[in-house]
C-alpha cells in the first residue's frame, strides 16, 4: 500500500489512481528565462522518484510537465517585468530564442540526472488558445473584474479560496491594504495582462480583453485540464507553489469545472544554501554545471538529494557533496565486485518497498541498501536485489556493470604507463602531475604492491 502526503488535507493518506491502473501527474516546471539552478533539480528529483515508486507499484503513469515561456513576473503579486523579458536582456538574445535554449540545458540537465522525461512536455506559448478559452470560462461563472492594467480573478467570490494554504483571508484582508492597486482584494491574481501603450513587448497576443499576455497561474490549469482532465490523479511541484500558485490554479479550475483540479497535491520541499534561499531572481545560483565544473559526477547530486527527505528542506553545501561522493563511490565499489545477478533477496525488497510506499522515504531506503551492501548474502543476491531497488534509486547500476567490465581507455592507459616512467625516473613532480590528469578523465590510481591499479572515480580530489 502507497501512502503519500497531500499537502491539501495535510495528512498522509493511502493513494489510490480515480483510474487504475493509470495515474495521471501534472508538474509544474521550469521557467525558461534562465538555466535550472541546483534547487530547481531537487523538485525534479523528488518528482521522477515519485514516479518511479508509482511505477513501481505497478501503475501506468502519464505524466505530464509544463515549460513556463511567458507571462512570469518577477514577484507573485502580478507586479514586477516579465521574467523572459529580463532573460533577454540580459543574454541579447529574443525571448523566443532563450526559451529554447534553456530549454535545451534543462533537458541535458535532467538527463544527467537519471531523471525520466515526461511523457508530454507543453509549452505555455503553444497554448494561449486554450489559456483564453479557460479564462473566458471563467468570465461566463462571473468571478472576473477589469482594471487598467488586465483582467483579474475575484477571490473573494470562493468560499473557500486558498484553502490548500491555509490563508487566513481576513488577517490579509485587514492586513495589506496598502499596495493592493486597484484590486479588489489582496488575493486577486491576473488571468490577462494587457500590454503597456507604450511598451513594445516581444510575446503578446490579441484576445477578447485586448492584446496582451496570460497570467502566470493560467497555463498550468489550462494545460493540466487539457492533457489529463479537470479532475486528474496527482499535482506537485516545489514548496513555494504552496501559497500562490496552486492555490490560484485551485480557484481557476474551480471556478471553471467545479474541481479542485487533482486529487493529491505534493510538494517538494526547497534546498538552500547554508540557511539562504536559492532564487534565480537574486541572480545568484548554483546549476549543475557548477558542480560538475568541480569534478563531480552529477550522479553525487542526486545521490545527495536522495539523502533528504522530500518534506524536509535541505541545505546544500561541498562538504555534503563530497560525503554523497565517497559513499556513491563506496557502492560503485561494492557492487561493481559482485558477480552476474542471481534472485533478488525478498526481505529486503520488502524492507525497501516499505519505506519508499511510507511516503517516499528515501532516507530510510537507502538506510536499507547498505544494510543489503553490508550483508552476508551472497553477492550474487546482493547484486539481484540491488538492481531491483536502482528502478527507484536511479543511479544507473545495470552499466557500472558495463563499464567496469570495458578496458580502460587506451588514453588513460598511456597516462598511467608516462606516471610508471616518472616514478621510476624518481620525477615526483611529474608523477603528481599524470595522477591529476588520470583523475580528470574520471579515475584514481591506486599503487599496490603488484603495480598501479585504477579506480573509476565520482569526484575529484
Ligand atoms: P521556477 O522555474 O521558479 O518556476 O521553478 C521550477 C520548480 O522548482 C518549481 O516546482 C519550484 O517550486 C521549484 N523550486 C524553486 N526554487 C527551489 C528551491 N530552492 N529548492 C527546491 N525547489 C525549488
Ligand atoms: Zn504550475
Redesign the pocket.
Known amino acids: 500500500m502507497l501512502n503519500l502526503f497531500d499537502t491539501y488535507e495535510r495528512r498522509v493518506r493511502p493513494f489510490t489512481p480515480l483510474n487504475p491502473p493509470e495515474v495521471k501527474l501534472y ?5 525558461v528565462y534562465d538555466y ?2 541546483i ?2 533539480l ?3 528529483i523528488f518528482e521522477d522518484i515519485l514516479c518511479r515508486v508509482l511505477e513501481f507499484n505497478g501503475y501506468q503513469v502519464q505524466h505530464v510537465m509544463n515549460i ?1 515561456d511567458v507571462g ?1 513576473l518577477t514577484d507573485d503579486a502580478d507586479a514586477g517585468e516579465d521574467k523572459m523579458e529580463v532573460g533577454t536582456r540580459r543574454a541579447g538574445k529574443s525571448a523566443w530564442e532563450i526559451a529554447e535554449i534553456y530549454t535545451e540545458a534543462f533537458k541535458q540537465d535532467l538527463a544527467q540526472l537519471h531523471i525520466h522525461e515526461p511523457h508530454i512536455w507543453c509549452k505555455a506559448t503553444d497554448h494561449i488558445a486554450e489559456q483564453i478559452a479557460m479564462i473566458q470560462c471563467i468570465e461566463a461563472k462571473g468571478v472576473i473584474y477589469r482594471i487598467s492594467d488586465g483582467i483579474y480573478f475575484d477571490t473573494s467570490k470562493l468560499d473557500d479560496y486558498g484553502y490548500i494554504a491555509r490563508l487566513n483571508i481576513e488577517g490579509l484582508q485587514a492586513g495589506i491594504r496598502v499596495a493592493m492597486s486597484e484590486k479588489r482584494n489582496p488575493t486577486d491574481f491576473a488571468l490577462w495582462k494587457f500590454s503597456k501603450p507604450d511598451e513594445q513587448r516581444q510575446m503578446e497576443w490579441d484576445s477578447p480583453w485586448g492584446v496582451g499576455f496570460p497570467g502566470w497561474h493560467i497555463e498550468c490549469s489550462a494545460m493540466a485540464a487539457k492533457y489529463l482532465g479537470s479532475f486528474f490523479d496527482i499535482h ?6 504552496i501559497m500562490v500558485h496552486h492555490p490560484n490554479e485551485i480557484a481557476q479550475s474551480q471556478a471553471c469545472y467545479g474541481t479542485r483540479l487533482a486529487n493529491f497535491w505534493l510538494h ?5 544554501l547554508d540557511g539562504l ?4 531572481s537574486s541572480g545568484d545560483f548554483l546549476r549543475l554545471q557548477t558542480i560538475l565544473d568541480r569534478g563531480y559526477d552529477p550522479l553525487v547530486f542526486r545521490y545527495f538529494c536522495l539523502g533528504g527527505h522530500y518534506r524536509a528542506k535541505i541545505t546544500f553545501n561541498w562538504q555534503a557533496m563530497d560525503g554523497a561522493a565517497t559513499a556513491l563511490q563506496r557502492l560503485h565499489t561494492a557492487v561493481t565486485q559482485w558477480p552476474a545477478p542471481t534472485e533478488p533477496d525478498e526481505t529486503y525488497v520488502t524492507q525497501f518497498t516499505n519505506q519508499i510506499n511510507d511516503d517516499l522515504n528515501m532516507p530510510r531506503a537507502l538506510a536499507v541498501m547498505w544494510d543489503l551492501v553490508k550483508s552476508d548474502l551472497p553477492d550474487g543476491v546482493k547484486k539481484a536485489t540491488i538492481l531491483v531497488f536502482d528502478q527507484i534509486l536511479g543511479l544507473g547500476m545495470v552499466d557500472w556493470q558495463a563499464e567496469a567490465e570495458q578496458p580502460i581507455p587506451e588514453a588513460v592507459q598511456a597516462l598511467v604507463g608516462r606516471r610508471q616512467e616518472a616514478r621510476a625516473n624518481k620525477d615526483w613532480q611529474q608523477a603528481d602531475a599524470l595522477r591529476d590528469q588520470i583523475a580528470a578523465a574520471g579515475y584514481d590510481v591506486v599503487d599496490t604492491p603488484d603495480g598501479p591499479e585504477l579506480k573509476r572515480r565520482m569526484a575529484r580530489a
Open positions: 508538474a509544474c516546471g521550469l521557467t535550472a539552478h534547487g530547481n531537487r523538485t525534479y513556463t512570469h506537485c511541484g516545489g514548496e513555494d507553489h517538494g520541499y526547497f534546498l538552500q534561499k536559492m532564487s534565480k
